[in-house]
């Protein structure tokens, strides 16, 4: 139950975040979607495997996991139906996002750069890091 509480909680945000993107400009909206999508579809694979492990059927697993991850079109909605209510929590949605994003690429990625051996993966992590920071600056 906690996967499922969690993912759904995890997916309304993603939503909202998606929602105030899209609001701000389409090439945000569509850049912050693919990275959504990008963190999305392993953890949701994850989740399913959890679920199995727990016990539920593959048919089960599948639709709980399914409904959780539909609160994200929940969490777009209620964006949009609040934006023009609430016009200045936008940018302030945006980014408490931003800062989210920061904060997983800063505690998850950069510590495994630090593992005292430089290796291919560690170089390629770099890279993707820079290019990353590139493709913010350019948009």
Do not use: C, K, W
Not at 121 to 137: D, Y
């Amino acid at each position: 139950p906690l996967i499922l509480v969690g993912g759904a909680v995890h997916n309304f945000a993603d939503g909202a975040i998606i929602g105030a993107a899209v609001l701000s400009s389409l090439p945000l909206g569509i850049s912050t979607a693919l990275a959504v999508a990008a963190h999305q579809v392993p953890q949701e694979v994850t989740d399913y495997a959890i679920l199995l492990r727990a016990g539920y059927s593959p048919r089960r697993a599948l639709t709980m996991n399914t409904l959780t991850a539909a609160t994200g079109i929940l969490g777009a909605i209620v964006v949009y139906a609040t934006a023009e209510s609430i016009p200045g929590a936008l940018p302030y949605l945006l980014s408490f996002a931003a800062g989210n994003f920061l904060y997983v690429a800063m505690a998850d990625l950069i510590p495994g750069l630090h593992s005292g051996t430089v290796n291919v993966g560690s170089v390629r992590q770099v890279i993707l890091i820079a290019l990353g920071i590139a493709t913010v600056f350019a948009l």
